[in-house]
């Protein structure tokens, strides 16, 4: 059976629920004082900060902010090629 362009077999008919159904619940916002926020809320909101952060380091110092990037680019690529 083909629906909206993609191929429905048994094994995608019981994927397709599972999958959608773990994630709508990691992005999941409260609707009550006792709900959790979704992992997808908070690691939105992390990251929000984390540019923020990043963005007053920036407007700080740019020359100290361009070398503290790409010494910690270097630093990734002699890690990856080292392991």
């Known amino acids: 059976m083909v629906a909206g362009g993609l191929l429905l077999t048994s094994s995608t008919t019981l994927l ?9 619940s990691a992005a999941s916002s ?27 380091f920036k407007n700080w110092n740019r020359l100290v902010y361009k070398l503290t990037k790409y010494s910690l680019i270097v630093l990734i690529v002699w890690g990856v090629f080292l392991i």
């Open 16 to 24: 397709i629920p599972r999958t959608s159904r773990v994630v709508m």
């Open 30 to 56: 409260p609707n009550d004082a006792g709900d959790q926020t979704g992992a997808i809320n908070q690691l939105t909101h992390l990251h929000f900060v984390l540019d923020q952060k990043r963005k007053a």
